[in-house]
């Protein structure tokens, strides 16, 4: 069984645009499916998770998700973020995740920025909760771009190379 399933949960189109490069860099048998329609697992010998980083954290339903993997299920990683990359506050919620998945292998995490309207930058910049990513958020308004999407596609490949022959 070697088949892999790319899900994800994304409200604004970013972290599905990244799902969709995931998906077509990987070769074999695959699906791809929206969070809620993602189980079961069973069928699935790798599974890459997508999505945004909100509020600091993960979306709830993503929290539930990544609680509900089986054990030794092989997994990857990957979200979207307003802040600049490799920043704290985008840093951290990816580490939540991998903790919330403790019991899966989790055999990469991948991050990239997504842009935000203007619209919504500026009503969650007037919260003193949202100032310190939105200030670094305008610059994220042509993210993902083609090179984040190419980027992306060399993860995948990486990552389902090492779910065949890496060691179990
Ligand atoms: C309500 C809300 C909260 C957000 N919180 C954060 C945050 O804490 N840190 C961050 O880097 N980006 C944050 N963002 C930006 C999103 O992570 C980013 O735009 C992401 O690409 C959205 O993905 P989606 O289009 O798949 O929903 C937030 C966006 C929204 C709408």
């Not at 993960?58 to 998700?65: M, N, S, T």
């Not at 951290?92 to 991050?111: D, H, M, P, S």
């Amino acid at each position: 069984m070697h088949k892999t399933l790319v899900t994800y949960f994304s409200r604004t189109g970013n972290t599905k645009k990244v799902a969709e490069a995931i998906f077509a860099a990987i070769d074999g048998e695959k699906d791809l499916k929206p969070m809620e329609e993602a189980h079961p697992l069973d069928g699935y010998s790798l599974v890459f998770i997508g999505f945004p980083v909100q509020s600091h954290s993960l979306p709830y339903k993503v929290e539930q998700f990544l609680k509900t993997i089986p054990a030794k299920k092989k997994i990857a990683l990957f979200c979207t973020h307003g802040a600049l990359p490799g920043h704290r506050l985008s840093r951290e919620a990816i580490e939540y995740a991998v903790v919330l998945a403790a019991k899966a292998k989790v055999l990469g995490t991948f991050a990239v920025r997504g842009r935000l309207s203007m619209q919504a930058l500026d009503a969650l910049g007037q919260s003193p909760e949202h100032q310190e990513w939105t200030d670094m958020a305008a610059s994220a308004n042509t993210h993902p771009n083609e090179t984040d999407l190419a980027e992306a596609m060399v993860f995948a490949r990486q990552i389902k190379t090492l779910s065949v022959h890496g060691s179990d």
